[in-house]
């Protein structure tokens, strides 16, 4: 799969890569030596610059070339890791008698000596860290451009190209070089190796293979590849049937809801939750861990679903509308992916339209305005795609309406360059009606990079997803001179869309900025349209009159929509159940790890929800509470990180009652000092974890992560964030841990902790 870093490179490269494609007459070895420099340039942005051009010409010798610079680049990355080893443990020692003699014993001293080592050591290894970055980015870009390249031959070299690669897997012995062709397999985009994947994960024998294969088919998103995952549900390894269940999830084959809820009462802990949240992924339903529940639910619905399936793909457009309402109003979200799929807005849509788009400038200009392919016929059908896309995730509880929300809509849209689909997709974000939605939507409105097309769907879609900061911010926009009437009136609308007591002050006090400017008359009438549905008010057609009846008004005054909010507030929130968790993140697992960041910045005030406590006491709580939670037969352990590591117990232990009371003893004694070692904690944390594939039977293995922290790295083998995750990528690639993370405080380096959850398929929480 593309890093989300060469995925930003390849955006960076992609101007001057599409000028050089625009030149239909390329040659081949003008394109490789473009290539070539590239290569020779260092830097990752012009050597995916030269791939792409390589890829561009199509022709079967840019293989040669490709395989011959990812042997390269293998080599130099060994290289520059044996490199490493000796002032990688160097800094460890230096960094442990830091803590020892200074932090501990208070030797001030002695500490200004091992500091100006540290820095030392520290330069010597910076320029390495970056060399062994820049080859670890060409080696992923050289696999993804060998994909692209070999997709895009004429048929019969294509498939002959692709069985070498599925002969490879077989006869290779290195699990690394494997584990690359494999990859290679995942980006090309045509049946043999669909095909081929499919015959190496029901056949091959190494679980290692198994589960990487199965990735790779999930990367295809071919519904073919469900095949194998379905299989592979009863593998002897759990990782691997942890990983099918994601697969399934990713390519979303309606077969998989009853073979999943089948497995749901035979499996345990982690994997169990696994099943559960992609069933809850493609059902849109929360029946948690009741099997029989499931089941029953799955029985009477079963036909109904694959009926409106069917009838979204059919060619008559009223009985295609009458489904997508109905998959709205039954939160379907099977039916949502298969809605965006059918136009060009999926993930797996968008990653097939666009990744050879590169030799092809025609592909990525903007479609007819107003709407994507199919949804821009008939505006009424447009409105109902948009309304019942939103309802189906915004209905949902939050935890499978954020989930959604990120998978079916934020991820194509950071995934794609087409400007039309971006605003559909932004308008859709909208829709759903979710904090998050909000929060991305103020974001793009106040890039200045942002096109305005985007900014505009971003207003909009704000009338659907704002709440009280939001509203407050589509007010503050009228006070600003530089928006043109086109957004302000979006803005007027989108206030009146969300019609709340605190919508109503916003537009009168917007509407007053523009009072006396001529060119803004036809957004004030607008405004004023606005005002009048939202109140029930006519208070005339000047500004002045409905400022004084607001003034006189406001307090106490409430619209139909804040009438149905405090109606639904009434209703309660969601049901509470037995599950346990940390930080509010709640999890099946029963194989835990709590890694606790003990810096000395977690002795500042917590600051959030009105507490008065130190973040370190508010963490060492919520780990005491957490603890407590954990069932009898559940098995735990705690590291705590500062400057180095600690670990409460070399190994896992059962979380019996007197453990419990030991960590809890353990847990009390704990004091913030030092610097912010993430990444040695989290090897830690992995080495826990085993070898990953090779434990069958789940009975030791560690599978869950908390991980907290408040600060960025500063200490420990790498401090580089972007290094951290690529390291835990590789460590995890196997291990299938799941990774929740909890950002305290307001200078957490959030992004990372973001990404963090993500590539461990965990929750992020900022407190």
Not at 399 to 406: F, T
Not at 558 to 587: C, M, N, P, S, V
Not at 749 to 764: H, N, T
């Amino acid at each position: 799969m593309l890093r989300p870093a060469i995925i930003t490179l390849c955006l960076l490269a992609s101007t001057f890569a599409t000028l050089c494609a625009q030149d239909a007459t390329i040659s081949f070895p003008k394109a490789k030596s473009v290539f070539d420099r590239g290569v020779r340039s260092g830097e990752t942005k012009e050597l995916i610059a030269g791939i792409s051009v390589l890829v561009s010409t199509r022709d079967p010798k840019g293989v040669k070339v490709l395989q011959v610079a990812l042997h390269k680049a293998r080599k130099n990355l060994a290289k520059v890791k044996k490199k490493l080893v000796r002032p990688n443990r160097t800094l460890k020692k230096l960094s442990d008698s830091l803590v020892k003699k200074v932090l501990l014993n208070n030797r001030t001293t002695t500490g200004l000596k091992l500091q100006r080592d540290i820095d030392k050591i520290r330069k010597k290894i910076e320029p390495l860290e970056a060399a062994r970055g820049r080859y670890e980015n060409t080696k992923e870009s050289l696999l993804v451009g060998l994909g692209d390249l070999i997709a895009s031959l004429d048929d019969g070299l294509r498939e002959a190209e692709t069985n070498k690669f599925i002969t490879h897997v077989a006869k290779l012995k290195d699990t690394a070089a494997r584990l690359d062709n494999l990859e290679i397999l995942g980006h090309i985009h045509g049946p043999q190796a669909v095909l081929g994947l499919v015959g190496i994960a029901l056949n091959n024998t190494d679980p290692i293979v198994r589960i990487a294969a199965i990735e790779a088919l999930a990367d295809l998103g071919d519904s073919r590849g469900s095949e194998a995952a379905l299989v592979a549900l009863d593998d002897e390894y759990w990782q691997v049937r942890t990983t099918a269940v994601r697969s399934l999830e990713r390519i979303g084959h309606i077969d998989a809801i009853g073979k999943l809820i089948k497995r749901l009462g035979a499996e345990q802990g982690r994997l169990r939750g696994d099943i559960i949240e992609s069933l809850s992924a493609m059902t849109g339903q929360d029946f948690r861990e009741n099997a029989a529940v499931w089941a029953k639910w799955w029985k009477d619905q079963n036909e109904h679903f694959r009926g409106l399936l069917k009838s979204l793909e059919t060619g008559n457009g009223v009985e295609r509308d009458e489904a997508m309402r109905q998959v709205g109003a039954e939160g379907f979200l099977l039916g949502v992916r298969l809605m965006l799929d059918k136009e060009g807005l999926s993930d797996n849509a968008i990653r097939h339209a666009e990744a050879l788009t590169l030799d092809d400038p025609e592909k990525t200009k903007a479609v007819n305005p107003g709407g994507v392919e199919g949804v821009s016929g008939a505006d009424g059908t447009r409105e109902v795609f948009h309304a019942m896309v939103g309802q189906a995730i915004g209905s949902r509880k939050p935890a499978i309406r954020d989930h959604a929300l990120d998978v079916l809509l934020i991820q194509p849209w950071r995934r794609t360059k087409n400007e039309n689909k971006k605003a559909e997709l932004t308008r859709l974000i909208g829709r759903t009606g979710a904090k998050r939605a909000a929060e991305i939507l103020v974001r793009v409105v106040l890039n200045s990079d942002v096109k305005n097309s985007l900014k505009l769907a971003a207003v909009e879609g704000l009338g659907y997803s704002a709440k009280s900061e939001q509203t407050i911010f589509l007010g503050r926009l009228f006070g600003n001179d530089s928006a043109d009437a086109e957004l302000l009136l979006l803005a007027a609308r989108a206030l009146g869309e969300v019609g709340t007591h605190r919508a109503v002050n916003s537009l009168i006090q917007g509407l007053r900025e523009l009072s006396g400017r001529s060119e803004m008359e036809g957004v004030v009438k607008a405004g004023l349209d606005e005002l009048r549905t939202m109140t029930g008010r006519s208070e005339g057609n000047e500004v002045a009159p409905w400022v004084t009846w607001w003034k006189a008004n406001k307090e106490g005054f409430g619209t139909k929509k804040d009438q149905l909010a405090a109606a639904k507030k009434k209703e309660g929130g969601e049901d509470e159940d037995d599950r346990y968790g940390f930080y509010g993140i709640k999890t099946f697992s029963k194989r835990i790890a709590y890694v606790l960041d003990v810096s000395g910045s977690m002795n500042e005030e917590a600051g959030y929800a009105g507490e008065r406590r130190t973040k370190i006491d508010v963490a060492k709580s919520e780990l005491l509470k957490s603890i407590s939670a954990l069932p009898k037969d559940a098995e735990f352990s705690i590291i705590i990180y500062s400057t180095d590591f600690r670990l409460w117990q070399k190994k896992i232990v059962t979380a019996t009652a007197d453990n419990k009371k030991k960590a809890k003893a353990w847990i009390s004694k704990i004091e913030a000092v030092g610097g912010t070692n993430i990444y040695d904690a989290l090897a830690k944390a992995f080495e826990l974890a085993g070898r990953g594939t090779f434990d069958k039977g789940y009975k030791t293995a560690l599978d869950t992560i908390f991980f907290l922290s408040d600060g960025q790295p500063t200490m420990g083998e790498h401090t580089d964030t972007n290094v951290i995750l690529a390291e835990c990528r590789k460590l995890n690639k196997l291990r299938k841990v799941q990774i929740h993370t909890i950002g305290v405080g307001k200078d957490h380096a959030k992004e990372f902790m973001r990404a963090l959850a993500v590539l461990g398929r965990g929750d992020y929480v900022s407190r």
